[in-house]
């Protein structure tokens, strides 16, 4: 276990975070209510139809706008951490 002598305390921060935040939130729901994940919560936000979700008619400028918004932070997610990019 000699990598974590690497980590700093905002490294520790940041995995804290992570897991007691999304993780401990994301299990609870997925254990007692799956009303409560975050997948649900966002279907909920966006009023999306789960029984026809290709259905263009029925998506909103709610669906197109929360879903813009977690492309382009996934993209960036992605080229940031892996490559360094976008500092």
């Known amino acids: 276990m000699a990598w974590i002598h690497h980590i700093s305390g905002w490294g520790i921060y940041w995995l804290v975070w992570f897991f007691a935040g999304f993780g ?9 209510n799956t009303a409560d994940t975050l997948s649900e919560q966002f279907w909920h936000l966006e009023s999306a139809n789960l029984a026809h979700p290709f259905d263009l008619a029925d998506w909103t400028w709610v ?15 992605f080229l940031h951490l892996s490559f360094g990019l976008l500092r």
């Open 24 to 32: 401990f939130a994301e299990a609870y729901g997925l254990i007692w």
């Open 63 to 77: 669906h197109f706008t929360l879903g813009a918004i977690l492309l382009i932070g996934f993209l960036w997610l």
